[in-house]
């Protein structure tokens, strides 16, 4: 069975440092991969997502992943966080391009600090 | 742009009480879920339903039940509320290949119903 294990449940980085969140997956078929963020009071947007194709991503607010098919990681990066940026990241997989199969991670919660 | 739009954003409700938490989106999706999100929890499914009249259970229904009567509506039913469904609920929406889209798995999410069940 698919699972998405998404390591630490807090990040917390300064101002202009790297932003990486990370998060594994286990699947027996190529999978698709998504990362999506809910900003406070809020319901779950799309980051980006990795579907075939090349395994570099880019999504929106200067973040990308990079699907490594040989570590089963789907890591999430940007190169210089903003405050605004402070959220809660959720990875997620589906095994058969189907959103009524995703499974998604528990979540990681990044705080900015100034 | 998608939208979904949840009725109702806080609700707090005594235990035994009947619950409805509405949503619709006007993207004419197939597919519509209902989430329940919980702290170090993340989302777990509650129903989806991939047409009108049609539902599938997910991870734990018990306790829920759902309606869609129409295309575009999707209802998730609180029968008799219990203090264990304290909870922020999530609804979603999304293509379905089996509608003539391209269903490429991307959700799209409503803002969130926070229930409190007192």
């Known amino acids: 069975a698919q699972s998405v294990t998404q390591l630490g449940s807090h990040v917390s980085v300064s101002e202009g440092a790297l932003v990486l969140l990370r998060c594994n997956y286990s699947s027996s078929v190529p999978p698709y991969l998504f990362w999506y963020v809910q900003y406070p009071n809020q319901g779950l947007q799309l980051l980006l997502k990795y579907t075939t194709g090349a395994t570099l991503v880019k999504g929106i607010n200067g973040f990308e992943a990079e699907f490594k098919k040989s570590e089963t990681s789907f890591h999430l990066t940007k190169p210089s966080a903003h405050m605004s940026d402070a959220a809660e990241y959720f990875c997620?997989?589906?095994?058969?391009?189907?959103?009524?199969?995703?499974?998604f991670g528990s979540g990681t919660r990044l705080s900015i600090r100034p | 742009d998608v939208k979904v739009t949840q009725s109702s954003r806080y609700l707090v409700k005594r235990t035994g009480e009947k619950v409805f938490l509405e949503c619709v989106q006007d993207?004419?999706?197939?597919?519509m879920f209902w989430y329940r999100q919980d702290p170090g929890l993340g989302l777990r499914l509650i129903y989806f339903?991939?047409?009108?009249?049609?539902?599938e259970k997910g991870d734990i229904p018990e306790g829920y039940s759902v309606s869609r009567e129409k295309k575009e509506r999707f209802s998730l039913i609180l029968e008799s509320a219990s203090t264990n469904q304290t909870s922020m609920y999530l609804c979603?929406?999304?293509?379905?290949?089996f509608g003539g889209g391209a269903d490429t798995g991307e959700l799209f999410f409503g803002e969130g119903s926070r229930l409190t069940v007192l």
């Open positions: 993207m004419d999706h197939e597919n």
């Open positions: 997620a997989v589906t095994l058969y391009s189907s959103a009524s199969k995703i499974i």
């Open positions: 339903s991939y047409d009108v009249k049609m539902k």
């Open positions: 979603a929406s999304s293509f379905s290949s």
